[in-house]
């Protein structure tokens, strides 16, 4: 069971040493005791390592997106395949989040990562780990049931990141209307994609960037001459290292349109709508082109991040297409990501308003 109570300093110190041996090397250490205790507390892993990396994950996955949780993820071994990276090619990816030096990486903005994840691992322990009644061990993955017209459907929902999505046919990525993907060290959907398709040495140096590469053909094949393509319009890539996962397709579906002069987007949720039912037009005309066919595909709440639209309003957007598709007889398998708990009640009033019930484990998935 974990202490009642952790000292913010004595956190920090074990998640210095977790920074230096990085996740795969966790096991049989004997100078973890408080994270080894707060994770005993409040996970069902069954072996120590997994629990501290469990916890780990679970106290990052509370900090703000963007530049922080980012380079949290990298200092710590937790980003997309960077388990087994040396510590200082670690700190090397992290500083480039902050585009600062290594050194002052090192001197400041780590101190400062680590002391936020140390701070929300004390809250964890501290509030039981539900702080909020919704950041439930477990409750990664559910089922919902839902009626699509006159016909009675399910959903998965998975609430976590997007880069751990697993044995997936096609997973929709947001992009804005010039198909320019963001620097892979960003946080968003469509970065996180980026990042965990490319392939990358034992030193985490860039190999192949396939989903970039492949996106740009696609764009000078359909002679788009670096003008913006209509709001809706969807290109499918190749998944590259996500292949190793299962995920098999990148469907990038343009709903954000850079707003002149700033660094905002506008999305509209006719738009969103749009762009789903162009996605699940091209899982039809790819469908039996794969062997096995493609069958299943994941939705995040498009438009929900950088475009500014809230959860419910993606939902609902992304829900109105899919609910049009299934109401005529498709029987896709319909998945959807969100990685905080407000995205996914925001999913979750989806199968709320449409009949009674309420969300489950699913069985048997590890995705």
């Known amino acids: 069971m974990a202490p009642p109570s952790l000292e913010h300093a004595s956190v920090l110190a074990e998640l210095q040493v977790v920074r230096r041996a990085g996740p795969l090397r966790l096991r049989g250490r004997d100078d973890l005791p408080l994270l080894e205790a707060a994770a005993a507390g409040l996970t069902a892993t069954r072996t120590r390592e997994g629990a501290v990396e ?65 701070e929300h691992i004390v809250e964890l ?38 880069d751990l999505l697993r044995d997936l046919d096609v997973v929709v990525s947001p992009v804005n209307t010039h198909f320019a993907l963001p620097e892979s060290y960003k946080s968003s959907v469509s970065a996180s994609l980026r990042r965990a398709a490319s392939v990358r040495g034992v030193t985490g140096d860039l190999l192949d960037d396939p989903v970039h590469d492949e996106l740009r053909t696609w764009a000078a094949r359909h002679a788009t001459g670096g003008r913006p393509v209509l709001p809706g319009t969807v290109a499918a890539t190749g998944s590259g290292a996500l292949a190793g996962s299962g995920v098999r397709r990148i469907y990038h579906a343009a709903v954000a349109v850079p707003r002149a002069g700033t660094n905002d987007y506008d999305v509209l949720p006719a738009d969103v709508t749009r762009a789903t039912s162009r996605a699940l037009a091209l899982l039809a005309e790819e469908h039996a082109r794969y062997a096995p066919p493609l069958r299943s595909v994941c939705f995040p709440l498009l438009g929900s991040g950088r475009g500014g639209l809230p959860y419910r309003v993606s939902a609902a957007a992304v829900w109105s297409a899919v609910e049009a598709e299934l109401a005529r007889g498709a029987r896709w398998d319909v998945h959807f990501v969100g990685h905080t708990p407000e995205a996914a009640r925001a999913v979750e009033r989806i199968a709320a308003g449409t009949r009674p019930g309420r969300a489950r484990p699913a069985p048997g998935r590890s995705g």
Not at 132 to 146: F, I, K, N, P
């Open 54 to 118: 469990a916890l780990l994950r679970r106290a990052v996955e509370r900090l703000d997106p963007g530049t922080l949780r980012t380079a949290a993820e990298y200092t710590l071994g937790l980003a997309q395949g960077t388990r087994d990276w040396p510590a200082s090619s670690r700190r090397a990816r992290a500083a480039e989040v902050y585009r600062v030096s290594v050194e002052r990486f090192r001197k400041h903005h780590e101190v400062m990562v680590l002391g936020q994840v140390a």
């Open 125 to 162: 322990v501290e509030g039981g780990g539900e702080p909020d009644g919704a950041d439930r061990e477990g409750a990664t993955h559910r089922t919902l049931d839902v009626l699509a017209g006159d016909r009675s459907a399910r959903l998965t929902l998975h609430i976590h990141p997007v």
